[in-house]
């Protein structure tokens, strides 16, 4: 794993408007950086990245298969209790999720770690499935990178197939739509359903009603059979319309079973399941007495955050880095202290991506803080 400076292409920005990439840029700051690349061995992509990110995943929906079948755990993860059965009732029912992206600490030479599980809203899709595709086969023919290269990146096509499993012909499309980046997001999945034979409508989540017989609809009052959401289950639980999902029968991407994973208790709960596995970190709920095995250096994270709001990183006893944030109501976990890997005063994470529960790509988010959030840079990758 090496990170190499290069040109930028002279015509990125317009090829980006063109894509429809429309937030390569955030607050006038670069969010889409192509001055350097990220390079890995093939080795370390299949070995390091792509085989501990399946195996992640298989202990992931172990967890699941037991949190739905003893309270004790939903109950660890502050999950409103009315909710419980809907959460059982999604899994038992082999509802499908579509994708999900692992966090991961790795330098190249030693074992990736888990930081966490985006299982329920994963942005940063586009640039991961397209766009720094578009930049491999661009810097190809420019002579910007080697014409050998090659990139771990399959997740367009995967996203495709995965559309065609879910057997329904329409599909609802919804989130913030004010934000661009979630606009954004959620227009590229929508072409993705598109292409893969799916009529498609598009909304704001706040436009969706509720019809006398329980049923979700949109504003043409259309019934809502199946919809990718890209708003948090833990907002959805609490949100006016909460107490109705149970009742509707809309079925939900990514399905409620997906709340045990996005909730950052998932990583005590692993590390009590599978302690000392060589991927994760040693990790304890708050006000555990086991958490003081850490020590005085550990990672303090909200059992629900976005975006790196309110984590803290405490190393010898002392704050090194602490983000401001909305979250910590319902409590914090801690997590050992893994430096991420810096290179050139950049602290680099990867973003290992799974689709319909496949390994199939990675991203790479960089900053000068150690802890990423909504605006570190996205640079491409490549296979050397």
């Known amino acids: 794993m090496r990170r190499i400076n290069c040109p930028e292409r002279d015509d990125w920005h317009a090829t980006a408007e063109s894509a429809g990439f429309d937030f390569h840029t955030i607050d006038g700051e670069r969010y889409w950086d192509e001055r350097a690349y990220y390079a890995f061995t093939l080795d370390e992509i299949e070995r390091q990245i792509e085989t501990p990110t399946g195996e992640i ?24 209790q009315a909710h419980w059965p809907l959460i059982a009732d999604s899994w038992h029912g082999d509802q499908p999720s579509l994708y999900g992206r692992l966090d991961l600490c790795y330098d190249g030479r030693n074992p990736a770690k888990l930081l966490e599980y985006n299982a329920d809203t994963p942005t940063s899709i586009f640039e991961s499935a397209v766009f720094q595709w578009t930049w491999l086969e661009q810097a190809i023919e420019r002579s910007i990178i080697p014409r050998r290269a090659d990139q771990y990146n399959s997740i367009h096509e995967r996203l495709i197939e995965a559309w065609k499993k879910f057997g329904v012909n329409h599909l609802h499309l919804a989130g913030m739509m004010e934000s661009t980046e979630d606009s954004g997001t959620l227009a590229y999945l929508e072409d993705t359903a598109r292409q893969a034979g799916l009529s498609t409508t598009l909304l704001d989540i706040e436009d969706i009603g509720i019809a006398g017989d329980h049923r979700f609809v949109d504003l043409d009052n259309r019934p809502i059979e199946l919809a990718f959401k890209l708003y948090p289950w833990e907002w959805m639980f609490h949100d006016e319309f909460g107490a109705e999902i149970a009742k509707a029968p809309t079925r939900w991407i990514e399905p409620p ?9 998932l990583l005590p709960l692993l590390w009590e399941m599978f302690p000392g596995h060589p991927n994760l970190l040693p990790a304890w709920f708050d006000n555990d007495p086991e958490a003081s095995k850490l020590g005085t250096s550990f990672v303090r994270k909200p059992l629900f955050s976005r975006e790196g709001a309110n984590v803290t990183l405490v190393a010898g006893g002392s704050t090194l ?10 409590g ?8 991420l890997p810096n290179f050139s005063g950049q602290y680099a994470v990867i973003g290992s991506w799974l689709v319909d529960h496949t390994p199939c790509g990675l991203s790479v988010r960089e900053d000068e803080n150690p802890i990423t959030g909504n605006t570190s840079r996205f640079l491409p990758h490549a296979i050397l």
């Open 257 to 265: 079973w997906k709340a045990i994973l996005s909730n950052k208790g």
């Open 321 to 330: 880095v602490e983000q401001q944030g909305p979250y910590g109501a319902e």
């Open 57 to 80: 995943d298989a202990m992931c929906l172990e967890l699941v298969s037991k949190a739905v079948e003893d309270e004790e755990y939903l109950r660890r993860l502050k999950i409103p």
């Open 332 to 339: 914090f976990i801690r997590q050992a202290l893994a430096a």
